[in-house]
Structure formats: structure tokens, C-alpha cells
């Protein structure tokens, strides 16, 4: 019998080590380039319990994985998260617990999930402007966001990375605002490229898109030119800074400068599927595995299978997905 893999590779060499799970497809916001679920959308059935997290983290850990960071939709909104993040830091082998969230119940719940283990804390904020904001979100309220982002410095949940999706037409007003939240205070404030992952018409997306390159140029013209500040070459982001500022500047750029070759994530969805690549619609279908006798060898098998299907390359052209951004996850 060959011996088990102790790394997760795929077939063109990349090492998978992060985990991205999203543990639920709901969300109190309604961006448009992520299409919440609706009452015509509902939650699909058989959403993750906190014994399959458990299990796919075991699984995961055992290749190699050792950073698991707690998606959606907004996670928050499951109140089995800590119990999630806690079995995930007892994990042997998992060195990180972070969490992708919108901030609005971050106040709350942060006892708890400091409790649990959480690590680190990326912060969604697409506009300082709260007419803008509530535009940019569906209706979301950005005092709640700054209180969060202020809250995460204070617990020293470093690096606090704040995630803008760039829009033309809704919040590129803002975009240098943003930038400026990094000039005295330690964030890592990071701009990334709208990706057609919503299903909108052509024609719409086309026109709201904005490259990193120009999203880049508007701050420079604002900001003067930036250093740039090297980083993990796994990183989606690269990473600059206003000279003498404490935070930093990321600039995400799937569509016009395409980072696949360096990708070293996995994705689990909410509804137990696994996902090598949130731009294809290539999925793994993991119910058989989580309802098996012995789960994590099962899930093993799923990661390995998972690992070998990965794509070179995600789909960066427009396409009308099965999936849209909320039911991938983060």
C-alpha cells in the first residue's frame, strides 16, 4: 500500500497550505460583485456542522495545511463559529486561525473568538463615505466597520487588513481615502480587482472595472509614489507603502495580472463541496466523505483529488458561473 502524502501538490508543483472554509453562503450585506443569496437563492442543504469542520481541518492538517482562515457570506452569522476556530487552533499542525468578516457583529462576538484562538482579522470596507458605503453594501452602516477596524488595533490582531473591492461608478471616489487610513495607523489597507463573479451583463462589468495599475496611478497622483515592500511570493497581493507611513498598500490583481502560478489555496464550501479554485466552477462533491465511517482518511482522499484537478490557470474571462461569490466563499 504507497504511503500517504504528508503535503498537499498539485500537478504543476504548487504546495497547498491554506484553507479557506466558508461556513455559511448568508450575509447582512448585499454588494453587487458578490450577489448575496435571496429567497430565490435559498441556502443549500446540508450546510457544514461544526464536526465537519472539525474533520476537514484534521484532514488538512495531516497534508501540510497550517492556516485556516473562517469565510462566508459573513461568518459571523454562525454562532458555532468559536467552537470551529477552537477545534481548528487544537489542531496539531495549524499555526493560524483568521477570519474574513464585514466587522458589523465583530463588537459582539470578539470575546469569544479571541477565546477560541482567532489570530488575524481581515476587515471588509469599500467606502469611508457612509452614503457611499450603504450604496456600495446594500444598505450596511460604516460606523460599525470603522469600530471594528478600530477594535482589531486594540487587540493587536496584527497585521488588520482591510479589503476594498474596486468599483468604477460606486466607490472609486473613495479609493484614495482609503489609502490614507494606512498613514498613521498600522493597516494594511488592500485594493482588489472586481472579479466577474456575480454575473452581471458584459457590458456592465466592462465598464465598472478598474485595473490595480489604475487604481495604483490614482493614489500615486494623490499620495506621491509608493515603495514597494517585498512579501511571500505565495501572496495574492503585492505590497507597497506610502514612504514613512505605518500600514501598507496591497494590490490584488487577479484579472490584469494573474497570480495563479503561485496559488497555495483550497476552499471548502458551505455546503461541503471543495473548491481548488475560486475562478473555476470545479468542484469536488464531499458529502459521501464527510458522512463516511472514518471521515478524515475519506477527506484526505477528496483533498488529494482535489489538489490533482486544480487548474493551472483560473477562468478570468466573463462567463456566467454556477457559482457566484457568496456561495464560493471568500
Known amino acids: ?65 497550517d492556516a485556516a482562515r473562517f469565510t462566508g457570506g459573513e461568518p459571523l452569522l454562525r454562532k458555532e463559529l468559536p467552537q470551529m476556530m477552537e477545534n481548528a487552533k487544537n489542531t496539531p499542525g495549524v499555526k493560524d486561525i483568521a477570519l474574513t468578516t464585514n466587522g458589523t457583529m465583530f463588537r459582539r462576538r470578539h470575546k469569544e473568538l479571541l477565546e477560541a484562538g482567532l489570530n488575524r482579522i481581515n476587515i471588509s470596507i469599500d467606502a469611508l463615505n457612509p452614503s457611499i458605503f450603504r450604496q456600495a453594501t446594500g444598505g450596511g452602516d460604516v460606523t460599525q466597520v470603522l469600530d471594528a477596524i478600530d477594535l482589531a488595533l486594540e487587540l493587536n490582531l496584527h497585521p488588520v487588513k482591510l479589503n476594498a473591492v474596486a468599483i468604477r461608478g460606486i466607490n472609486d471616489t473613495e479609493l484614495v481615502h482609503l489609502a490614507k487610513l494606512s498613514l498613521e495607523r498600522p493597516l494594511h489597507v488592500r485594493f482588489i480587482e472586481y472579479m466577474h463573479l456575480n454575473n452581471s451583463d458584459l457590458e456592465s462589468y466592462n465598464n465598472a472595472f478598474l ?3 489604475a487604481i495604483r496611478a490614482m493614489i500615486e497622483q494623490e499620495l506621491g509614489v509608493l515603495e514597494e515592500v517585498p512579501t511571500d511570493p505565495s501572496s495574492p497581493a503585492r505590497v507597497f507603502k ?28 458551505a455546503d461541503r463541496k471543495v473548491r481548488p479554485c475560486l475562478l473555476t466552477d470545479r468542484e469536488l462533491d464531499a458529502n459521501a466523505a464527510f458522512d463516511s465511517a472514518n471521515p478524515i482518511e475519506a477527506l484526505i482522499d477528496v483533498l488529494l483529488e482535489a489538489a490533482h ?18 456561495a464560493i466563499g471568500g
Open 1 to 65: 500500500m504507497p504511503e500517504r502524502p504528508t503535503e498537499l501538490i498539485d500537478r504543476f508543483g504548487r504546495v497547498i497550505r491554506d484553507l479557506r472554509i466558508s461556513v455559511t453562503p448568508r450575509c447582512n450585506y448585499h454588494c453587487t460583485y458578490c450577489d448575496p443569496l435571496t429567497d430565490s437563492h435559498p441556502e443549500p442543504r446540508g450546510t457544514l456542522s461544526v464536526q465537519d469542520v472539525d474533520n476537514f481541518v484534521k484532514a488538512s492538517a495531516l497534508l501540510g495545511l
Open 211 to 213: 485595473s490595480g495599475k
Open 242 to 269: 506610502v514612504p514613512n507611513s505605518l500600514g501598507s498598500l496591497g494590490f490584488i490583481n487577479p484579472i490584469s495580472e494573474p497570480f495563479c502560478g503561485a496559488c497555495s489555496r483550497m476552499r471548502l464550501t
Open 309 to 326: 484537478r486544480k487548474d493551472r490557470m483560473g477562468d478570468l474571462l466573463p462567463k456566467i458561473r454556477e457559482r457566484t461569490m457568496v
